[in-house]
């Protein structure tokens, strides 16, 4: 399964990834974490890391050199756009920016399968970010070139599970034996509700540190409970950040709560700061979706376990994976 | 006149097209369906043809490596947008994309001279989309670059017209001798103005089936009837339906209707649907400049008839065609 | 200092510029004005000449291939933006067009260094245009990518003075023994600002023509008057438009009065017209760094001394220049 050749790519820095096509991927699309197997995972983590080699030694190839991607944001995201735009840029592919759907077809009433129908006749990949849940999959039903779903409501958000796993695998060298503790507004991050869905097909243990308005919903703490993996709730980090491998931050926003002394009781509580850093093993790392706003001090910024700008890189490494995967060049 | 050259690309596949420049083309404007004649479409529908084996062979080529398209949008038009942006790219060309020129230079109240003379200093040739009929002329006027009209507000939109009449050519094998029914919104539908007055240099047969306070204006008539090409109108499509080759639909927009109850009781008679298709030839094509909003069914969609996907498809080859004739290398 | 070598280029014009690094600028900031020499400017000088001989010969050039720019504008600016992106595409390397910033993750929040290391993850060089003085600076402290300030509030725009002492040094072939007269909005002009700073470093004269309440602001008349470069203001062009090599032209906004007759009394003192070009020397030019609305008649556009529409295509070369030395390639 795992197609990691780092020989190849020592003989033939040029040619890295031949012209195999992968029969699992090629012409597939990226739409929900639940359509990945461990094998899967291991194959795309193989291949972003030859990405990352890649990268660090030349920075940008050919592999994907004429090849189109719309990137299509139907709800703004600089990150995740940016994130795509420079993996097929990196890949020596062009890219179709496309922003501002909102004012123009669409706000003419184009249903989203006339929108992808009509540019996916000018491109090879299709980019979807789209704040309705679903759209990725009735794109994907209409469309005859894959679909890479970069966000869909409060849906699924594959690609950013995805860098996070792989986040996990290259800072700590594997994943399997891990205690993973969540931290935040467990209920209304769409991201850790991937990112545990894509955990349980490893040996790890969960812990969800967040105020008791905000815990992880009941149908995810289901879906882990169906597998072997150990997981439990807290509403302090104390009894739980010296045992953790990775410690995954998100933000907790004031919106979320109806009493505004509530909120203002609860939220120190979960502000990573140096002192807590102090109580964490020696090789954890933080990580973060990103944008952060107050829930990891700057003051961590320096601490070498502090991963979340590397995150952003690994994500470029999984979204090259993905592009080259999906167009047959990986 | 005609350039095809199949032969030449098989030859030669990375290098179809030489140095050759088209004396008529090379740096000029496309402003106005009114500057071709038969011979000029003739020259631009074959480059169209061969674009189109190109990038069915190759996906894309470097015909226009290191050039530069301005691609200006004074109003958002992802559709148009995109198309130009492909054709550059699937030529190995760059794009500047210039979407926002609303909040910026022009709102400090620049000219569009000024803001044309300083694009045209970083490209090698400027796609204009400006709300003003005219604006394209006035543009080219003070550019030494080639300037393409993608539409100056109600006068002219000349590359969609050049597609809409390639989609015949290409569909039906030949133009002269069909019957071509035009079905919605004859009386602001810019596209359907310009399509007629290039079908005028066919020998063929016009019918147009509107409502009527959305008749074909009068001065698109006395147009016509100044050539020998029949034509006339209806207010429904029974009579007609079965004796076209091509029923180019538009929308019909309820803002057009003084009286709203007018408009509920025209609406169903335009639209287009499995019982409409059952009527008409085996061999006619359907086409719409899309957007669509209900004037086609969507179960027509999977009716080999329907056209309208593909015409997205011939506008990528159209527009690589201009590009490519224009700076010199068709 | 100089690796002025069109020797270099004559024998080898696909790769004039090598792999030499220079050490001044490679991986460096380009923040303010400040931070450079008059060897410094000879130095970006001599690579935007070859850059401009290049672009002539060959259009576009292969120097940053693979080379990435994150092109993040704050405030929108098609000019500066454009340029940024064809000195890029000319370069042969590619860009992530970041123009929506605000209403993304900074909008929820996101302090700048976030969005910047975020950016960096995904690209070789940032040019940042942001509305708040300092923030160029602050972004590079927290950069390992080079910044290159696109303009940060009322505080510096390096490149556009750069690309206006080019212009001046290309045009007259020389910028010693000039007289510079600047004319128009001298207080809020922050081009002129660094203009004058940096024409500090040369044997020039200055002339400065205002109204009385947009004068040139005290601390830069004090910075000029600490070198030996002699400088005077007027209010009105008569007594200096004859003995002037360089007229600088800016506008004047009428938001800047306090009193509207005030404004409508002074205004027209300030208009270049064909009248003012006939009492000045035959080898002056008229410099501008538009958009303007008035200030300079478009009559006088076709006076081969109007140098405001050459002076953009010199901007292309500067920027074209930066790019290449701070990542190395000039």
């Known amino acids: 399964m795992a197609l990691h050749t780092p020989r190849l790519i020592q003989q033939s820095p040029h040619l890295p990834f031949g012209d195999k096509q992968d029969a699992s991927f090629y012409g597939k699309d990226i739409l929900s974490v639940k359509q990945f197997s461990r094998g899967d995972l291991n194959f795309i983590f193989g291949i972003a890391q030859e990405m990352s080699e890649m990268v660090r030694r ?16 139907y709800e703004p995201s600089t990150r995740t756009s940016s994130s795509f735009t420079s993996a097929m840029e ?9 922003n501002e759907v909102r004012y123009s077809s669409v706000s ?37 070139k894959p679909i890479i779903n970069a966000g869909d409501g409060i849906g699924e958000h594959p690609t950013q599970a995805l ?13 399997d034996g891990l205690t993973i503790t969540m931290v935040g507004d467990l209920k209304y991050g769409r991201t850790l509700h991937s990112l545990a869905r894509l955990l349980t097909l490893y040996n790890v243990r969960l812990n969800y540190v967040s105020p008791d308005v905000l815990r992880m919903p009941g149908h995810i703490l289901d879906e882990v409970n169906e597998t072997s993996i150990p997981q439990a709730e807290y509403n302090s980090l104390d009894p739980v950040i010296g045992e953790s491998d990775v410690l995954y931050v998100t ?68 979204r090259m994976a993905l592009l080259a995967m999906v167009l047959g060049k990986a």
Chains 1, 2, 3 share one sequence.
């Open 58 to 73: 030349v920075g940008s190839f050919d592999l994907l050199k004429g090849k189109i991607l719309a990137n299509v944001f």
């Open 90 to 98: 990196r890949l020596g592919g062009s890219v179709i920016p496309i």
């Open 108 to 144: 003419k009433g184009e249903s989203l399968p006339d929108t992808i129908r009509t540019l996916e006749a000018y491109s090879d990949v299709i980019v979807l970010r789209h704040p309705e849940i679903g759209s990725a999959e009735l794109a994907a039903k209409y469309a005859r």
């Open 163 to 175: 860098l996070d796993l792989f986040t996990i695998q290259q800072e700590m060298d594997r994943i």
């Open 251 to 318: 933000r907790i926003q004031k919106e979320r709560f109806s009493d505004e002394n509530e909120y203002e009781s609860v939220k120190n509580s979960f502000v990573i700061s140096p002192e807590t850093m102090q109580q964490a093993k020696e090789d954890m790392i933080v990580m973060h979706p990103l944008p952060r706003v107050g829930e990891i001090s700057m003051d961590v910024d320096d601490d070498p376990r502090a991963a979340y700008f590397r995150q952003m890189e690994y994500g470029l490494y999984v």
